[in-house]
């Protein structure tokens, strides 16, 4: 009896020593290439690099161009996944009932979410290009303006891709805010609207960044949905236009031009280069980049929302 | 949530004066026009779900228009002998182009189930320690390191397949081919991972304490609690994380399209080449001509894997409604 409970107890320290184990080396296996990354990629990080344009086939200069690509395409993303995922959250957290209708909702938001990334792609360029983009051209009568793979159809598409993410995000903010303060502002004769936009919302502010982070954080990371919306090897001319009015010109992101994208740059690089070998140090400089700046993004959004959570009163 | 009986009594009561009534008529049809505009809003997913179904299937549909059904499992063809012979091949640019599917699909599962076995040992591991090894403090500081794995860009993880993990299996089990199924399913682990094991842990956390405390209370160790009382209760919670883990690897693009070889062999040895469905789209949409056989066979296999992880997806969802309601006493 002894003996057998002595057994039972070695073999059961000795799972939970497995597990111990395989969670070790996970977390080892995830500092073993971040540190790979950092320690290849740390010597080719200048300000050269960052700005500069790529030269020589791609094969020396920096990824200047594949930045602004990057970051133009999401900013447009952002304004608008974030002010569509932001109001479908308050119609699901204030507005909507439990029904059945509801739970339609509900799952559709998930399921958006699984949907794989390439199928985005595909989306983007039946949906967008070749039916909104064809559509605008014969009514606008521009030609071939928009019905063609470009930095808007872009933007739309990963728009689309990180919907969810805005939206989960922010409902949970709005749904962590008490009841009590609803009925506060009711009790003091405000309406549905007013109470919405001055007691809920400035609560759910710090999810709704939350939210905006995580979206531009994944899709700053995404290649998959844009291989072929208007992502190109590269560019000598960056997707800018003056707009003018008199003779004040500001220069603007162009949204019907091709673009650069830092992870597209990363793919090519290592996959289609002329001279792959030669330019892996550009491939780790450019991986360093791109892997910084979304753990700085999620880094933030968990501070974020661990104080967020914090100020609520729970874990 | 303030039902609409509860909101009727804050409303305002409408007085004597007509200036209040006509203001109070205002209110009300600003009200309803928000509520309206919040409700259009609220639709956008679904909304989106049904425009990705109809636009893949407006392309996908008009595969059928030359190509058959049955084409996109094998060809028919004589040999040099007479002989009837079955082709399962997908060469869409040969002069006669063989459409099928097969070994499309048989590279996508053999990446994705041995990704998805490694990564629910490591997952589901992770996801027990989590939840009830690890020190809160501990927890506190490890949580968020697994979600930083899940925050790294998926072409991040194909090139380090590629420039070290190649390398690296290639030297340690001298596999056929240098880029092969094996390789690619270490790189979808790396993304799999951190989905089970934080699913996981929510579906372990979410069992009631009562049941540890009676464990416990009956004399059984932590082992014990966590393999007789606490894993069969959460083993929906569990195995709605593993399928959702299996949908992902099935759709997930850049690592297999990096890290995988590419080349479409009809094969059951994870240490040759193969070569997925998204792959396959992802390498070929962009040079095929529009309004082309192919490039509606590429739509096709769109379909193909949209109906896929629709369908683990929504199977996983149920699973963990399921859960939820049995939990909530």
Redesign the interface.
Known sequence: MDIQKKQ??I???L??N???V??A???IV?FL?IG??VLEGIGMISFEFIFDEPKNNMTEGGIGPAIFGTIAVTIIMVAMAVP??V??A????????DSFFYR??R??????A??????????G???FI??VGKNLDNVLETGLLFGQPALLWASSTLA?LV??IV?VSTLEALTSVP?SH??AS??M?A???QTIKNVVLPQARPGILTGTILAV?RG?????PI??LGCAFFLPNLPIVDLCIGDYCIPMINPTEQFMYL??H??IL??QSSNPTKT?PL??GA?LV??GL??L???TA?IFRYKFRKSLGRN | MINQSQLAQFEIQPENSSLSKSVSKFAGLKETLIKVFFTLNGLAALIFIILIFIFLFKEGIKAFGHIGLMDFLYLQRLDANNILLRVYEWYPTSEIARYSLVPLITGTLLTAIPATIISTIFGVAAGIYLSEIAHPNTKEFLKPIIELFAAIPTVVIGFIMLAIGATFFNDLLNPLNRLNAFVASIGLSMVIIPIIASLTEDALRSIPVDLRMASYGMGANKWQTISRVILPAAFSGVSASIILGFGRAVGETMIVLMAAGNASNLTTDVFRSVRTMTATIAAEMGEVSQGSDHYYALFFIGIVLFIITFFLNLSAEIIINKMRKKNTF
């Open positions: 039972k107890d073999l059961g320290s799972f939970i497995s597990i111990r395989l969670f080396i996970l977390v995830l290439l790979k990354i569509l995922g109001f479908s308050i119609y699901l957290s204030e507005y909507a009932k339609i909702i799952t559709s938001i998930n399921n958006l699984g949907i794989p990334s390439i199928v985005f792609g595909l989306f360029l039946g949906f070749l039916f689309v919907l969810p939206i009841k609803r009925d009711y009790g004769g309406s549905k609207w954080s700053v990371g995404e290649t998959a291989l072929f992870a597209y990363i793919f290592a996959t892996l491939q780790y991986t791109l892997i979304t753990i993004l999620n880094i968990i």
